[in-house]
């Protein structure tokens, strides 16, 4: 499911700042200066204003986490139905939450279930939170 470019990119820029410090660490010629820096911008109690596809989601945290963050790889968002949509986040480490569509969830997520965990905090039904560490 395609997101609209103009909040594909108001995501995008959100994750850049939420994780600025990896995005930095991942830059050729990066320095213990400049990771000072982006740390002190970084947000990690961040979830973005739109939910948007997951194709669109792992495309931008492959770019915010070019290397992965803990357990987390960008590519296992596009295990997700394509009925699906993410809310990109940071609680501390990589955070995503997932509407769920009318499919169920496939393979490695269904089997992560202490991954999965519908969000009552949010009080919305189909809402599930997973977070990596």
Not at 7 to 18: D, G, H, M, N, Y
Not at 51 to 71: H, L, Q, R, S
């Amino acid at each position: 499911m395609k997101t609209d470019p103009t909040i594909v990119k108001t995501v995008r820029q959100e994750a850049l700042i939420a994780y600025a410090d990896c995005v930095e660490t991942a830059r050729d010629g990066h320095t213990r200066e400049s990771i000072e820096e982006t740390m002190s911008r970084r947000n990690l109690n961040w979830k973005a204003s739109h939910a948007i596809g997951t194709e669109e989601a792992v495309d931008i945290m492959k770019e915010v986490c070019p290397f992965g963050y803990n357990d987390f790889e960008a590519e296992v968002l596009g295990d997700l139905p394509d009925d699906c949509r993410v809310f990109l986040a940071r609680e501390d480490s990589v955070c995503v939450y997932v509407l769920r569509g009318k499919n169920e969830f496939p393979g490695m997520m269904a089997n992560e279930k202490d991954l999965i965990k519908e969000d009552k905090a949010h009080g919305k039904k189909g809402e599930y939170r997973f977070w990596w560490d």
